[in-house]
């Protein structure tokens, strides 16, 4: 079973700080997901990245996917209280059409 | 709308009675699956769909069974539900499988089951 080890867990910040989360495996995805997950909701994709290397921006988040496809980053810049929620990242691959999740990181950002 | 719908999004069930989590979409998307949610844990997949007919298991399919009759329903039944099943449950689809570059995965909103 692949596993992918997200870091911090929690993270409770200001407005306007800036956050990096992390997304780690000892495995090697095709592609690798984002998402937002708010209270009594599903999570939301924000963004796929399939290139070893690549980043992809959404505003003020930045996404990068390692070189050799192993991990990712998300960055917050100047972060409000709207981003706040579970943040996921998924990986595809490694046998079958699954998809696995990180442990998630939940992100409160306060006034 | 396009969507995802899950039924029941809440249950309160004793040990050994079985029961039936639905889920229909009406995307006509080709892929389904169904993760359950935990503190800590993260999603963990507990079976996936192809297509009609074709079901595998996830990484913690045990004590779970699926059908994929038709295309649009992809229920989750639990024969003999016991406590530590007590999770959130969440149904998805996408119009194809995960490993493609494209694949957008929808959600459901979710149903919290607790066996007692």
């Known amino acids: 079973t692949q596993l992918l080890e997200q870091s911090p867990q929690f993270l409770s910040i200001q407005e306007g700080e800036n956050l990096t989360v992390y997304c780690n495996s000892s495995s090697v995805f095709s592609s690798l997901q984002w998402y937002r997950q708010e209270p009594g909701e599903g999570p939301v994709l924000l963004v796929t990245v399939v290139t070893g290397g690549e980043v992809k921006k959404l505003k003020r988040l930045t996404f990068q996917f390692g070189d050799a496809r192993k991990d990712s980053s998300l960055h917050i810049t100047a972060a409000q209280p709207g981003d706040t929620g579970l943040y996921l990242c998924a990986g595809a691959g490694g046998g079958g059409n699954k998809l696995t999740f990180g442990t998630g990181t939940q992100l409160k950002v306060e006034l | 709308e396009a969507q995802v719908t899950q039924n029941p999004r809440y249950l309160i069930t004793v040990t050994g009675k079985k029961l039936t989590v639905t889920c229909s979409q009406n995307?006509?998307?080709?892929?389904m699956s169904w993760y359950r949610q935990d503190p800590g844990l993260g999603l963990r997949q507990i079976y996936y769909?192809?297509?009609?007919?074709?079901?595998d298991k996830g990484d913690v399919p045990e004590g779970y069974k699926v059908s994929r009759k038709e295309k649009r329903n992809f229920p989750l039944i639990l024969e003999s539900p016991s406590p530590n099943q007590t999770s959130l449950y969440f149904c998805?689809?996408?119009?194809?499988?995960?490993?493609?570059?494209?694949?957008?995965?929808?959600f459901g909103a979710g149903s919290r089951l607790t066996v007692l």
């Open positions: 995307m006509n998307h080709e892929y």
């Open positions: 998805a689809s996408s119009r194809q499988g995960v490993l493609s570059g494209a694949n957008v995965l929808t």
């Open positions: 769909s192809m297509n009609v007919e074709v079901t």
